[in-house]
C-alpha cells in the first residue's frame, strides 16, 4: 500500500482524487488529506509517505512558492502537481521547480493518476541513487572527491563566521600495496571497507571522512576548541589504524600517515589547503609512517604539534 499525502483545500476535489484512486484495483492508496502547507508540513515530521499530490492555490500558499516551500520541507518524496486548469507554461515550470509531473483535476482514467504516482516514485529513487553515485564511494560508502570539496568549501565559510577553527586530514595508509600485491585485490577492497569503518568511528557524526581515491582518504573536522583536538584525534587515527586487520581469515598490519593543516590558521584556498596537508603527510610518510605531521608555514618555526605511533 502507497500512503499518500493529499495536499488540497477544496472538498469536492479532494474526495474526487480519493475516488479515483479507489476505483484503481492493481494497487491500493492511504490517502491523507490536509487543506493547508502547515498542515502537510506537520504531517510530514511524524509521517513517511510516499508521494504527495500538491495543489498550487492553498489558504497559505500560492502558486509555484507552494511547490518549493514543499519540496524543502521534505526533498526526498516525489510531488505530483494536481491544478485546476490546463496550463502548458505552469506545467513545465512545475516540472522545471522539480514536480515529478503535472496534472488537471478530474481529468482522465483512474489509470493516469495512479500510473503517474508509481512513476513518480521510480523516477525520484533512479534520482536519488544517481545522486548518491555522483557524490559517494560505491566501494566505501564514503563521501568522494566532488562531495569532498563541497563540504570543505562550506566548512571553511562557517570557520571564519562562527570565528572557530577547522582541520583538514590527509591520510595515505602504509603498506597497503603490500596487501595488494601479496593478497589480492579483493583483500585490498575488503581493507579499504574495514578502514572507511575505522575512520568513521574515530570522529564525530559531524565531521566528514571522504576517499580521496587508491589509499587515500581525508577528514574535515569543525568546531574546534583549540588546535590540540586535533592531536587527539589523530593519534587516534593512528592508533586504530595500526591495530591488525583480520582480512580473508589472515592477520594483516598497516599503518597510516597523516599530513593536517588548521584553518583559518593556514589562510588559503582550497587547492593549497590539500598540497599543505599533503606536504605534511609526506614528512609523516619520510619518518616511517604510523605518524602524523602538521603544515609549517614558511614563516613560522618548526611546529612541535608532531607524533609517530607507539
Not at 192 to 214: Q, S
Not at 225 to 241: F, G
Amino acid at each position: 500500500m502507497l500512503k499518500i499525502l493529499l495536499v488540497e483545500d477544496s472538498d469536492v476535489d479532494a474526495h474526487l482524487t480519493q475516488d479515483i484512486l479507489a476505483e484503481w484495483s492493481v494497487e491500493q492508496f492511504d490517502v491523507t488529506h490536509v487543506v493547508r502547507l502547515s498542515e502537510a508540513f506537520s504531517h510530514l515530521t511524524q509521517t513517511r509517505f510516499d508521494a504527495i499530490l500538491l495543489d498550487l492555490s492553498l489558504p497559505d500558499g500560492y502558486g509555484l512558492s507552494t511547490l518549493r516551500q514543499m519540496q524543502a520541507a521534505n526533498p526526498t518524496i516525489p510531488i505530483i502537481v494536481l491544478s485546476g486548469f490546463s496550463d502548458q507554461t505552469l506545467a513545465v515550470e512545475a516540472v522545471q521547480s522539480g514536480a515529478q509531473d503535472y496534472l488537471v483535476k478530474g481529468q482522465g482514467q483512474p489509470e493516469l493518476l495512479a500510473r503517474s504516482i508509481r512513476y513518480a516514485i521510480e523516477r525520484k529513487r533512479a534520482e536519488e541513487r544517481l545522486t548518491y553515485l555522483a557524490q559517494y564511494d560505491q566501494l566505501t560508502g564514503l563521501v568522494n572527491r566532488t562531495l569532498f570539496r563541497d563540504r570543505l568549501i562550506h566548512a571553511m565559510a562557517r570557520s571564519k563566521r562562527v570565528q572557530q577553527p577547522m582541520g583538514l586530514m590527509l591520510l595515505d595508509l602504509d603498506r597497503f600495496k603490500a596487501v595488494n600485491d601479496t593478497l589480492g585485490h579483493d583483500a585490498g577492497d575488503q581493507l579499504l571497507k574495514v578502514v572507511a569503518d575505522r575512520l568513521r568511528e574515530c570522529v564525530r557524526e559531524v565531521d566528514t571522512v571522504a576517499r580521496m581515491g587508491g589509499d587515500e582518504f581525508t577528514i574535515i573536522l569543525e568546531g574546534l576548541s583549540h588546535e590540540d583536538d586535533l592531536v587527539i584525534v589523530a593519534r587516534r587515527i593512528t592508533q586504530s589504524l595500526g591495530t591488525p586487520f583480520n582480512i580473508q581469515n589472515q592477520q594483516t598490519s598497516i599503518g597510516v600517515s597523516i599530513g593536517i593543516t588548521t584553518y583559518p590558521t593556514d589562510d588559503h584556498e582550497i587547492d593549497d589547503l590539500l598540497r599543505h596537508a599533503d606536504a605534511a603527510m609526506y614528512r609523516a610518510k619520510q619518518r616511517g609512517g604510523s605518524a602524523f605531521e602538521f603544515h609549517i608555514s614558511n614563516d613560522s618555526p618548526p611546529s612541535t604539534l608532531s607524533s609517530k605511533s607507539s
